[in-house]
Antibody
């Protein structure tokens, strides 16, 4: 069965960096676009970034462009989100999700919490 | 960027009664391939979101047939024919036509 497991979250100070990982299993990882979506505490969903099936095409939300980088290692069935220059506004649960049908997110991980605090 | 607007933001419903949520986009979501790039998701309390409807009206695998999606262009609706207790949570629409993808604000469905 499809599984997505995020890791790498934690408590960090403003200005610092983290690398989030999402390990996939149960499907042909190298055939699917992968997305990152975040949710600040008590707030709605915010789309963050995507990477195409081969990593050759990436897209970002305006709020993170230039600070976040999405990448993937198809040999490890893992997608990454490098998050730099963190601010308190980046505090959220970060979900990875598999994209199908041109962008619909049919499987989601359980999320990893990033808390930015001094 | 495409802006998604949902209404209502809060929806109290009696079990067994129908429910309807509206989603409007700031521009047409009609894809060149002929489908509408509009999804509906449900986030149950304490859980990750789950896909309910894709392409505006196609139920995702395992989704009960009491859920239906309709609409085209800029106006879309999610309907639940008879609400059950397990349907509580926050419902989001999302456009997948272009990046950045964008979600509606969410509609919180609660049981009366």
């Amino acid at each position: 069965q499809v599984q997505l497991v995020e890791s790498g979250g934690g408590v960090v100070q403003p200005g610092r960096s983290l690398r989030l990982s999402c390990a996939a299993s149960g499907f042909a990882f190298n055939s699917f676009e992968m997305d990152w979506v975040r949710q600040a505490p008590g707030r709605g969903l915010e789309w963050v970034a995507l990477t195409s099936y081969d990593g050759g095409n990436t897209r970002y939300a305006d709020s993170v462009r230039g600070r976040f980088t999405v990448s993937r290692d198809n040999s490890k069935n893992t997608v990454y989100l490098q998050v730099n220059s963190l601010t308190v506004e980046d505090t959220a649960v970060y979900y990875c999700a598999r994209a199908v049908y041109g962008g619909s997110l049919d499987f989601w991980g359980q999320g990893t919490l990033v808390a930015v605090s001094s | 960027d495409i802006v998604m607007t949902q209404s209502p933001l809060s929806l109290p419903v009696t079990p067994g009664e129908p429910a309807s949520i509206s989603c409007r986009s700031s521009q047409s979501l009609l894809h060149s391939k002929g489908y509408n790039s509009l999804d509906w998701y449900l986030q149950k309390p304490g859980q990750s979101p789950q896909l309910l409807i894709y392409w505006g009206s196609h139920r995702a695998s395992g989704v009960p047939d009491r859920f239906s999606g309709s609409g085209s262009g800029t106006d879309f609706t999610l309907k639940i024919s008879r609400v059950e207790a397990e349907d509580v949570g926050v419902y989001y629409c999302m456009q997948a036509l272009e990046t950045p993808r964008s979600f509606g604000q969410g509609t919180k469905l609660e049981i009366k």
